[in-house]
């Protein structure tokens, strides 16, 4: 199927961006995309690096082991003590962890929103390489079927040469049939 340039011209202005990059980088042969985490993590700034430090740390056993042993610490210290500085509803130990909870919160949703704006740029990297993939097999096919044809127009070729020196030999040595 072959377009006229006014055709080609109009699907080419109805394609995105992304397409149009990745056609010139096809025609170009260049990579599609670079590493996405080299390029994500790259544009990191340190208020970012360290919500994700301080999420990684909030979500790990480390974390939930040490909490529950500094609460173990702040209940035994408060029972056992005669004297105590926090008494038996803990309500200043209560007060720590909803400060805890209400700083820890908005960390961990501000690095799910990077994981997730991550994941969106891994999605269109691997949308853009099984865009190129794709056409890379289309031009493979084309190729392919263009190979199939001269092979055959060779063959018909060799077969009309063929056709012809047997209409030569037939009509330099006519045989009779009685």
């Known amino acids: 199927m072959t377009l006229d340039p006014q055709t080609l011209a109009e699907h080419i202005r109805q394609i995105g961006e992304h397409e149009r990059t990745v056609i010139s980088r096809l025609l170009q042969r260049k990579v599609s995309v670079p590493n996405t985490n080299t390029v994500f993590d790259y544009s990191l700034t340190f208020g970012q690096r360290l919500a994700d430090q301080v999420a990684a740390f909030g979500g790990s056993w480390t974390f939930i082991l ?10 035994l210290l408060n029972v056992a003590a005669g004297r105590t500085f926090d008494p038996y509803p803990f309500i200043l130990l209560n007060l720590v962890l909803s400060m805890l909870a209400a700083l820890q919160a908005p960390v961990i949703m501000m690095s799910q929103n990077r ?15 099984n865009l190129k993939a794709e056409m890379e097999i289309m031009a493979l096919h084309t190729k392919m079927d263009e190979l199939r044809q001269a092979q055959w127009d060779e ?20 045989q009779k049939t009685e």
Not at 155 to 174: C, K, M, V
């Open 66 to 75: 040490l909490f529950f042993a500094v609460m173990m610490v702040w209940i």
């Open 115 to 129: 994981q997730a704006a991550k994941d969106r740029l891994d999605a269109q990297h691997d949308y853009e390489v």
């Open 155 to 174: 063959l018909i070729r060799l077969q009309r040469a063929q056709l012809d020196l047997l209409r030569e030999l037939h009509g330099l040595n006519p």
